[in-house]
Nanobody, 118 residues
Framework: QVQLVESGGGLVQPGGSLRLSCATS???????IGWFRQAPGKEREFVGT????????HYEDYVKGRFTISRDKAVNTVYLQMSSLKPEDTAVYYC????????????WGQGTQVTVSS
């Protein structure tokens, strides 16, 4: 089992950068950690994921080249570094844990709001 808490959201101007954190407790090393987002009135969408070892990552096309996921085992935390932000990136961002890689996410954080606006 693993618990997840997101932080780092806020208001940023278009073209800016922001780093989200997903602090975990429990069996951190047993899980791949993914990031999702949900904009108002839209369905939740997958952003990307990082493997248990941190050696593999996957990103959806709409964030590829702009977002980077990393994990720090020393502090049991996964990061989502976002750059070249666009207004359409505005959403609540969630991290989630899976024993697989890109699906069957079992545990979820509460989310953190990211707003991209001038």
């Amino acid at each position: 089992q693993v618990q997840l808490v997101e932080s780092g959201g806020g208001l940023v101007q278009p073209g800016g950068s922001l780093r989200l954190s997903c602090a975990t407790s429990g069996q951190f090393n047993d899980y791949s950690i993914g990031w999702f987002r949900q904009a108002p009135g839209k369905e939740r969408e997958f952003v990307g994921t990082i493997s248990r070892s941190g050696g593999s990552t996957h990103y959806e096309d709409y964030v590829k080249g702009r977002f980077t996921i990393s994990r720090d085992k020393a502090v049991n935390t996964v990061y989502l570094q976002m750059s070249s932000l666009k207004p359409e990136d505005t959403a609540v961002y969630y991290c989630a844990a899976t024993r697989l890689f890109t699906n069957e996410f079992e545990y979820w954080g509460q989310g953190t709001q990211v707003t991209v606006s001038s």
